[in-house]
T-cell receptor, first 111, second 113 residues
Framework: SQQGEEDPQALSIQEGENATMNCSYK?????LQWYRQNSGRGLVHLIL?????REKHSGRLRVTLDTSKKSSSLLITASRAADTASYFC???????????FGKGTRLSVIA | DADVTQTPRNRITKTGKRIMLECSQT?????MYWYRQDPGLGLRLIYY???????NKGEISDGYSVSRQAQAKFSLSLESAIPNQTALYFC????????????FGEGSRLTVL
């Protein structure tokens, strides 16, 4: 069974607004990662947060991790039309296990 | 050139045919993976290999087999394709830094009629 569950499944916002996506998972993790996928293309790594970290920033991206609630959120600030894509969270149980992906959130940013 | 290359990018085949999807990477990674993506189901792991002599089943390995021909090459085979194997297939690689960060190919879209 899949480890992560993203919420919402789909999100539509206006350009300039912030977009927040959430991910919940079931077991203890080593790290949690977010990936982006443009329509029909390969996934691209965005950001990684380790289990002992609570927040990370990368450009317009902000990721939080709450291990007590087994949840993470990805915030994209000042969204642009080019941010339109699907976003996936992926969890790593340990260094010797493969990443497990959730079902993704489809983000549409309307110009 | 792409770091992870998949061939073919698109393939249409008929039920019962044998299909091979190939993947090669130039990142020098030891670890390689095959995932399948279906609409609304996200990515599901088919097989993974942590080195040339290591092959492991993933969540949905039934109906598939793999071969790790070299550190850089990892192929996925469908011995007798069926329509519900119609999907987008991704190969990925990762290093041994224990972060698990994946580098993906552009995908192989397979249609089984």
């Amino acid at each position: 069974s899949q480890q992560g569950e993203e919420d919402p499944q789909a999100l539509s916002i206006q350009e300039g607004e912030n977009a927040t996506m959430n991910c919940s998972y079931k077991t203890s993790i080593n790290n949690l990662q977010w990936y982006r996928q443009n329509s029909g293309r390969g996934l691209v790594h965005l950001i990684l947060i380790r289990s002992n970290e609570r927040e990370k920033h990368s450009g317009r991206l902000r990721v939080t991790l709450d291990t007590s609630k087994k949840s993470s959120s990805l915030l994209i600030t000042a969204s642009r039309a080019a941010d339109t894509a699907s976003y996936f969270c992926a969890t790593l149980f340990s260094g010797n296990t493969p990443l497990v992906f959730g079902k993704g959130t489809r983000l549409s940013v309307i110009a | 050139d792409a770091d992870v290359t998949q061939t073919p990018r698109n393939r249409i085949t008929k039920t019962g045919k044998r299909i091979m999807l190939e993947c090669s990477q130039t990142k020098g990674h030891d670890r390689m993976y095959w995932y399948r993506q279906d609409p609304g189901l996200g990515l599901r792991l088919i097989y993974y290999s942590f080195d040339v002599k290591d092959i492991n089943k993933g969540e949905i390995s039934d109906g598939y087999s793999v071969s790790r021909q070299a550190q850089a090459k990892f192929s996925l085979s469908l011995e007798s394709a069926i329509p519900n194997q119609t999907a987008l297939y991704f190969c990925a690689s990762s290093g041994t830094d224990n972060t698990g960060e994946l580098f993906f190919g552009e995908g192989s879209r397979l249609t089984v009629l």
